[in-house]
């Protein structure tokens, strides 16, 4: 991601579709990953894949630069509508939370393993300490608030909030050494 | 709170995970936009979650391009325009509301705070008021004290007056009293000196023994200031001066057994 991805967004923002494309090219498969990592089935994935860029499309005045990276604007888009997608879908088939957590959880599971390359699946996040990779899953994938997080787990308040930067600091190593 | 503390707070990290709130929005927002360290710290944490995303990149189907593009040609003409937000358009009269009631309520503590000032000088006016007229009041009483002062020292002091002493006699003995005596202008002054008040009902009265006979020379006071001098009935001339005791308001002639002062001259 470089600045020239401000200067898409520009152009989208300006009516360019052929920005548009560009962006596609460069981060739908980035994007994909993601929704495929909260929806976990493809067809659903297919669905939350086109109405983010659709809404990049709408919303490119809603980007700003001052606010963060490109690609986290994108991100944080195609992250609501796929958590949205799930939440929705959850009460529609069962009408009960549980479901959510089914449905996440499912990550790796049946159809979705098929899809996917299984050395992908096991990425970065997988290679977490657990206590770490469940606060990124609860807040990255799941859209949990702090709250939300320490209610579930039991943890105080605080200690979510030092661990969520504990992981966030040993993903980065991560990523440095697997660069 | 500081760069460094931010940093350490884990705000930046819910901040990019979407969790923060929109107070703690508004702030890293505030520091990124201030501060260098803060910046590059949630660019860091921004690639990191895009680095993560990149490898695990999962190709769509192709289908999906071709199906978004045909999406937003069929929107190119319905791209929305910005709006502006009607918030804006009732921004500054909210201003202008909230500066009139900012500065109503200063008008109102200003009222007040001078009101109270104003009560305070009243009171301290009245005060010094109070305090000039009991200076007023001293100076009149010094002033005529100093008058009376002056009067008496220029009669003691007066190169024409001659002072007569008069002596105590039988049970006055060792009481005295003090007359000057202007005989160019037959002026008399009484000075009481040491005499001890007279009985009840009775008056000390003055006599001018002229040629054998005695002639009032005027009632003696010692109520008001016994140290002061006293002026007389007028005597032109005189060989001796003395004092009886008479009844209040004097007699025409002096009762002699009741003598207690004689001053010769």
Redesign the interface.
């Given at each position: 991601?470089s600045a020239s991805d401000a200067y898409l967004i520009e152009a989208v923002r300006q009516?360019d579709?052929s920005a548009?494309?560009k962006l596609?090219?460069a981060y739908?498969?980035?994007?994909?990953?993601?929704i495929?990592?909260i929806v976990a089935k493809?067809e659903l994935?297919?669905e939350v894949?086109?109405d983010t860029?659709?809404k990049i499309?709408?919303n490119a005045?809603g980007y700003d630069p001052?606010?963060?990276?490109p690609?986290?604007w994108m991100?944080?888009i195609a992250?609501?509508a796929a958590i949205d997608m799930v939440r929705t879908a959850a009460v529609r088939n069962a009408g009960s939370i549980r479901s959510i957590d089914k449905t996440v959880y499912g990550i790796g599971h049946d159809d979705l393993r098929e899809?996917?390359?299984v050395a992908?699946?096991r990425?970065?996040?997988g290679r977490l300490k657990p206590e770490h990779r469940e606060l990124i899953e609860m807040?990255?994938y799941k859209?949990?608030?702090?709250q939300e997080i320490a209610d579930d787990t039991g943890l105080p308040l605080g200690t979510v909030?030092?661990r969520?930067?504990a992981?966030?600091l040993e993903?980065?190593t991560q990523?440095k050494d697997h660069? | 709170m500081n760069a460094e503390e931010l940093i350490?707070?884990?705000?930046?990290?819910?901040y990019?995970?979407?969790?923060a709130s929109p107070e703690e929005a508004a702030l890293v927002?505030r520091m990124?936009?201030s501060d260098d360290p803060v910046r590059e710290e949630?660019?860091?944490?921004?690639?990191?979650?895009?680095?993560?995303?990149?490898?695990?990149?999962?190709?769509?189907?192709p289908?999906?391009?071709a199906?978004?593009?045909d999406?937003?040609?069929h929107?190119?003409g319905k791209?929305?325009v910005?709006v502006i937000p009607i918030q804006r358009e009732h921004k500054p009269f909210n201003w202008m509301a909230a500066a009139s009631v900012a500065a109503l309520v200063l008008s109102a503590v200003m009222n007040f705070m001078q009101y109270r000032e104003l009560r305070d000088v009243r009171v301290e006016l009245a005060q010094l008021q109070d305090d000039r007229s009991v200076l007023a009041e001293e100076l009149k009483v010094q002033r005529t004290s100093m008058e009376r002062t002056q009067q008496q020292l220029a009669v003691v002091m007066d190169p024409r007056a001659e002072m007569v002493v008069l002596n105590g006699m039988g049970a006055a003995e060792g009481h005295k009293a003090r007359i000057y005596w202007d005989k160019t202008a037959s002026a008399v002054h009484f000075d009481a000196l040491s005499m001890p008040a007279p009985p009840e009902g009775t008056q000390y009265q003055l006599w001018a023994l002229v040629d054998g006979q005695p002639v009032d020379a005027g009632m003696v006071s010692l109520e008001q200031d016994t140290t002061g001098l006293q002026r007389m009935k007028d005597v032109p001339n005189a060989q001796a001066f003395a004092v009886t005791v008479e009844h209040v308001g004097g007699s025409p002639t002096p009762t002699l057994t009741a003598m207690v002062l004689l001053g010769q001259i």
């Open positions: 991601m009516g579709q548009l494309g596609y090219d739908g498969g980035a994007l994909n990953g993601v495929l990592r493809e994935a297919q894949l086109q860029f659709v499309w709408r005045t001052a606010k963060g990276r690609f986290t991100m944080n992250r609501n899809d996917m390359d992908e699946v990425d970065v996040v807040a990255y859209g949990y608030s702090q909030k030092s969520t930067r992981a966030l993903l980065r990523l660069r | 350490r707070s884990g705000l930046l990290e819910a990019v995970l979407g969790q927002e990124r936009a949630l660019d860091a944490i921004e690639l990191a979650l895009e680095q993560q995303a990149m490898q695990q990149a999962v190709a769509p189907a289908k999906v391009r199906s978004i593009m999406a937003i040609k929107e190119g791209k929305e910005p």
